[in-house]
């Protein structure tokens, strides 16, 4: 059995007719209905019930379109991926969740396109769950987000703990009273958190936060992204848990505060193709290091420099 045959079954199971599968395969019908014949007697099953018009699948052959269609998408992520490492010319797809914008990732950008005028680089906003999918297509090389979790087909790299801040409306009582907040003071406020979807998400740290004190939030309010948290905050619905990298957007109509536990903290995390060795990677990795250096910013050390 080749992929060919894979390829001719798939076509003819979701057309229900070989004329039209002919068609989209772009043969004729009789060598299309030779090779699913030729298929039937290679594994020695029936696939479509005989005589059955539109076609339709046997129960085997219902089994066989589930696997065979897993089987088509894993080899069009191979040839995808094998592509991308055997590119030529150099091209580099950035994943990244919409928080690293108000961090270092438009001068990690800014400085990488300075030092490789000749690498096509392309910016793409997503949740740090979708940047693993994405990985795996092929559709970018990197990505960079907070959520943990582990993939055997992905390497990741905690570059650096930020700390969380709290967002208050101008005015707010309690961002007047203390220069530092403390997570029991806010259970009586709404917390706006982000985002509302894909979970598991930056919301989901932040509410785990409260949780892992025994701390239960009055009213959580979820919102699709970041924004809207903090244009909310400034209508005065309520308050948000935020990256510190986002007291950088000085708002005059929200006033940050720091909280006074240093472990409440978000990761900003790299996440790559295990096998991914290539050059443009490596030098992304370096670069933000250089930078964290450069700017004395805190952050997880490289593994290179690791004793
Ligand atoms: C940072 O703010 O540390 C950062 C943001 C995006 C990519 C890499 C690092």
Do not use: C, W
Not at 33 to 45: F, N, P, W
Not at 117 to 136: F, N, Y
Not at 263 to 271: G, R
């Amino acid at each position: 059995m080749e992929l060919r045959h894979l390829r001719y079954f798939v076509a003819v199971a979701e057309e229900r007719n070989f004329t039209r599968a002919a068609k989209r395969l772009h043969i004729a019908q009789p060598p299309l209905s030779r090779q699913i014949q030729q298929l039937e007697e290679t594994l020695d099953v029936q696939l479509f019930e005989r005589n059955a018009r539109p076609l339709k699948l046997t129960e085997t052959g219902k089994f066989f379109y589930e696997h065979a269609v897993q089987l088509l998408a894993k080899t069009s992520e191979l040839e995808s991926m094998t592509r991308r490492v055997g590119n030529i010319e150099r091209s580099m797809s950035v994943g990244f969740v919409a928080s690293t914008l108000y961090g270092l990732l438009p001068k990690i950008i800014r400085r990488f396109r300075d030092e490789n005028p000749t690498v096509e680089l392309s910016l793409h906003e997503m949740s740090t769950m979708d940047q693993i999918r994405a990985l795996k297509d092929g559709i970018i090389d990197v990505g960079f987000g907070r959520i943990r979790m582990e993939d055997a087909n992905i390497r990741r790299v905690v570059l650096r703990e930020e700390k969380m801040i709290v967002a208050f409306p101008l005015g707010h009582p309690l961002a007047l009273a203390k220069p530092i907040a403390a997570l029991r003071d806010l259970i009586d406020e709404t917390l706006i958190v982000y985002p509302k979807t894909p979970r598991p998400s930056y919301a989901d740290q932040v509410l785990a936060a409260f949780q892992d004190r025994g701390l239960k939030p009055r009213k959580i309010y979820e919102v699709r992204e970041i924004q809207i948290a903090l244009g909310l905050v400034a209508a005065g619905e309520g308050i948000s848990i935020v990256p510190s990298s986002v007291y950088g957007l000085k708002r005059d109509d929200v006033s940050y505060r720091e909280l006074d536990d240093p472990t409440l903290v978000s990761p900003i995390i790299m996440s790559m193709r295990a096998m991914d060795e290539s050059r443009d990677i490596k030098e992304m990795l370096a670069l933000v290091y250089r930078l964290y250096e450069d700017e004395q910013i805190p952050h997880v050390p490289s593994a290179d420099k690791a004793p």
